[in-house]
């Protein structure tokens, strides 16, 4: 138990939400599960530019809000998104908005999970919530890592084939 503990890194997410207010009572709620959550006080002009913060703060998994009128920008949550994915095409995203869900059945497909704001005082809706991130997060690690030994293993296995041929010679 205890040596799994300095291996796991706390997750971070990045917050896509307009409003303040919302992104500190989440950070708070996170903390709770062991989750850094990131907001931005400043909102780049274009989506292109979001994934550049996504690489220099090493975000693991993304909360967006659908509606971001008060941040006087062009795009909207789901603009944020396919813009990422275009770059990380399997990085786990949450839909969150105070709206009916009805209202995004055609961006809902884009994402691994929604919620409307109002469920998260639900505590099992939180827990649920941060258990789907965890085991995403989780896996998409597992799979870098097996990407990682594949290519050890391919190295190794060259390095054998040229040793049997030097000792042919």
Known sequence: ????????????????????????????????YRL???????????????YEYIIENDVDFLLIDHELDKLHVSYKGIDVLKEIRKQDSNIYAVLLTNYPLDNYK?????YDFQLNKSELANISK????????????GNRQENKDLAFMDTQNRNLQEILEQLRDMKKK
Do not use: H, W
């Open 126 to 137: 939180m827990q649920e919530l941060t258990a789907k991130i965890k085991r995403a997060c």
């Open 1 to 32: 138990e205890k040596g799994d503990n300095l291996m796991e890194k706390m997750l971070t997410g990045l917050y896509i939400e307009d409003e303040k207010k919302n992104i500190e009572l989440m950070q708070a709620r996170f903390e709770l």
């Open 36 to 50: 850094k959550l990131l907001g931005l006080c400043e909102y780049p002009q274009s989506v292109e530019n979001f």
């Open 106 to 110: 055609t961006e809902l497909e884009e």
